[in-house]
């Protein structure tokens, strides 16, 4: 049976830019393969951060992910720093990991740009990721387009630890990446992907109001200044997401609406928002009945860490003995 694997940083808000670009995909899949799906502290802690908050984030990523549907009878949820062998993989993987590889990443290259000091910790960041997906051997990763190059270089490791040490047996699978129609979400701002860091998302459990004080101001097709100009709808961001969240034909009313200036961006955005609650509202009031019970998280997280360090330790009985560490 085909197995999946995926990881979402506990970055302190679950937007919908991760959900339509990978847990969405994680919830429909889980029915359709083993899945295993990990919130990745050790990947958190590369930027500055408060101790007490990475507990916080920690649990409030696992409620949002329950919340979002990641059903816990059926497929894996747990914390990458419950199973030790992740750091110990990803070492050994440093060592078969061309430095030029690592350089070449887009999100390094973007993010060590922005900063002062570089640490060994942001370079090696998609030597950790390898190491998450190949520890489980995984076969297939559901992600956002953003994290295909990273998956890329988890084939190449894979490749380079096969050919050094196992030459005759694909020990590591080479993992494919499996994308979504929305696989990039672009910000409120119309103008970069949405992401936490640039302050332009939605977040999967904000309120209807929250919501609409976010979606009002957003950015439009920018060439429609009056609310007579026709608009192009494939230009305007509120378009595609209608496309993630509205019915096929109300997908192609918006459409007519917009290109023929029957509506304003605002009558637009307020179809936006009742379908946008229409999907949200189940996920919502099962966020609520989880805070609720905090213990019913957390025992999903210890189930899923119990299940994760014995295949953990499985695989890397496995590296050791081909790379001679045993007896
Ligand atoms: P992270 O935490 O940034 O994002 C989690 C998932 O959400 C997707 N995503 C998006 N998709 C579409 N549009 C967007 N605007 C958007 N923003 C985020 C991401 O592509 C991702 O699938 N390095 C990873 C975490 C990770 C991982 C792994 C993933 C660690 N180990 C192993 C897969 C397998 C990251 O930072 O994702």
Not at 158 to 164: I, L, P, Q, V
Not at 219 to 240: A, L, Q, S
Not at 289 to 318: F, N, Y
């Amino acid at each position: 049976m085909a197995r999946i694997f995926s990881g979402i940083q506990p970055s302190g808000e679950l937007h919908i830019g991760n959900y339509l670009g990978a847990v969405k995909n994680w919830v429909a899949l889980q029915h359709t393969a083993e899945s295993i799906f990990c919130i990745v502290d050790y990947h958190a802690i590369i930027a500055a951060y408060e101790p007490a908050q990475l507990r916080i984030r920690r649990h409030e990523m696992a409620l949002g992910l329950l919340a979002a549907g990641i059903d816990p009878t059926v497929s894996t949820l747990f914390v990458q720093s419950d199973v030790p062998e992740h750091t110990e993989l990803a070492w050994i993987f440093n060592t078969v990991t061309p430095l030029g590889e690592l350089e070449r990443q887009t999100q390094f290259k973007d993010k060590s740009q922005r900063m002062e000091s570089v640490s060994a910790g942001l370079l090696n960041y998609p030597i950790l990721q390898a190491a998450d997906i190949l520890l489980y051997r995984a076969d297939r990763v559901p992600v956002g387009e953003d994290q295909l190059q990273h998956l890329e270089l988890s084939r190449v490791i894979a490749r380079r630890w096969n050919a050094e040490f196992a030459a005759d047996e694909a020990y590591f699978p080479e993992p494919q990446p499996v994308l979504t129609p929305t696989r990039r979400i672009m910000g409120l701002d119309g103008q970069s992907k949405m992401s936490k860091s640039m302050g332009n998302t939605i977040g999967l459990l904000e309120t209807r109001e929250a919501i609409w004080a976010k979606l009002r101001p957003a950015v439009t097709d920018p060439k429609r200044i009056k609310k007579t100009d026709p608009g192009t709808p494939e230009v305007c961001n509120i378009y595609h997401l209608h496309k993630a969240f509205s019915p096929p034909e109300t997908v192609e009313h918006v459409a007519v609406q917009c290109s023929t200036a029957g509506w304003g961006c605002i009558d637009c955005k307020k179809v936006l928002a009742e379908s946008m609650e229409t999907e949200l509202v189940p996920i919502r009031s099962r966020a609520a009945a989880l805070r609720e019970d905090p213990a019913r998280v957390q025992s999903a997280l210890d189930a899923g860490a119990d299940k994760c360090r014995a295949l953990a330790r499985e695989t890397i009985r496995g590296v050791r003995e081909r790379m001679g560490f045993d007896g």
